[in-house]
């Protein structure tokens, strides 16, 4: 649902009767790669308005600790989201 939240705001064409703001910069962070899904990167790669970087905190390469530490990932999560970055 996100995507689509950016794909209209960052639009340079009106959709459903809403106004595009393309001269809008879109900046966001997310830690969980689950916030990342193909289209999002997609659409980041697409649209200039959209800013292209991604805020990734690492704090462990170990699934045990990732665990301990209760993030809901594990490391071959980061791992495919680097890959398909």
């Known amino acids: 649902y996100f995507a689509d939240l ?35 990167l997609q659409l980041m790669a697409e649209r200039p308005n959209i800013c292209n970087s991604l805020h990734m905190s690492i704090q462990s390469g170990s699934n045990a600790m990732l665990k301990a530490m209760k993030r809901g990932y594990k490391q071959e999560a980061y791992i495919r989201l680097m890959h398909d970055v």
Do not use: Q
């Not at 950016?6 to 809403?18: A, K, M, P, R, Y």
């Not at 809008?24 to 289209?39: A, G, M, N, Q």
């Open 6 to 40: 950016l794909d209209v705001l960052s639009s340079t064409t009106n959709n459903n009767n809403f106004t595009s703001m393309p001269e809008l910069r879109i900046r966001f962070t997310s830690p969980h790669p689950k916030d990342y899904p193909t289209e999002l």
